[in-house]
């Protein structure tokens, strides 16, 4: 098989496509390298330029007439930035996608395996969510996969495609052979923050603490990434099994179907460093959800897939790739 994956040199998309060679699975990797990293697409058949532009589209298709399916990992994240650019947003991540899928139709590529996003849940319960549950996007990029999302399920009604969207939970970790992990040593999610407070010798801030969970902090699901990518390679080997001509688009939480506070989060910190990282308690921010964990029966039944990885190794594995990252900005 042989498989093109957009945002192929960003952390989601360059692990996937690090699993998939694993698996036997040819890429090809489509980015711009806006946040992209050119090492992670190094040896994959790594083409630099715009999902919208048509003629790149092409030239791909045409230089690899086998691609079977898409995974399409290119998007914007950010979720203060698209509050400060939701024209940006929409464009970047429905817009670009529009046009990318009406290049695909045109070349004849039908599957497509999309990144969407567990932000479109209504996320404010601190409880299981499945796939049938309430929908609130609270953010212009959280709107963006929803939407996204939109369009794949009407394109699939019309025959034009297959698709699978994956829902991601809140992936965590690197590869755990180091070859692909996050761009940035100091990442801005929630286990960033704990690292960045550990390094700094400050209190990590806890955000609201009379939330509807068990320790009244917010709740998420950290999966490893290392998982996440696994899955995508469920789905791209299963594909046909999974989005078939009576059911042409299907949706799929990915996620370990366990939910962590955020004090459970520094707990699980201080196992893996032995450090006792200080907290302050705050305020409620706008915008901060109790949230919610996956229900992952419909992964387990139709790509058969679990997560497998703990999240002590996915801290592990984050403090081992930022180490590198230091280590590699000192050679």
Known sequence: MKVLITGGAGYIGSTVAT????????????DDLSTGMRAF????NLYVGDIADAE?????MTEHPDIDAVVHCAARIVVPESVADPLGYYDA??????RLLQHLRAAGVTRVVFSSS?????????AGVDEDGALAPASPYATSKAMVEQILADAASSGDLRAVALRYFNPVGADPRLRTGLQNPT??????KIMQAHAERAAFAITGTDWPTRDGSGLRDYIHVWDLALAHVAAV?????????????????????DGVTVRELVDAYTRVTGVAVPVVEQPRRPGDQAGAFAIVDRAAALLEWRSE??????????????AKLREDALD
């Open 118 to 126: 567990a932000s479109v849940y209504a996320g404010d319960s601190g």
């Open 56 to 60: 790149l589209v092409r030239r791909i």
């Open 41 to 44: 697409g190094e040896g994959r």
């Open 19 to 30: 699993a998939c060679i694993d698996a036997g699975i040819d890429v090809v990797v489509l």
């Open 93 to 98: 991540n429905v817009g670009k996608t529009i």
């Open 187 to 192: 990442p801005s999610h929630v286990l960033g």
């Open 237 to 257: 080997r299963r594909f046909d099994h999974v989005a078939t001509a009576q059911n042409p688009y299907r949706v799929i939480n990915l996620g370990t179907g």
């Open 309 to 322: 990885r703990s999240l002590d190794e996915g801290v592990r594995d984050a403090l081992r790739w930022a």
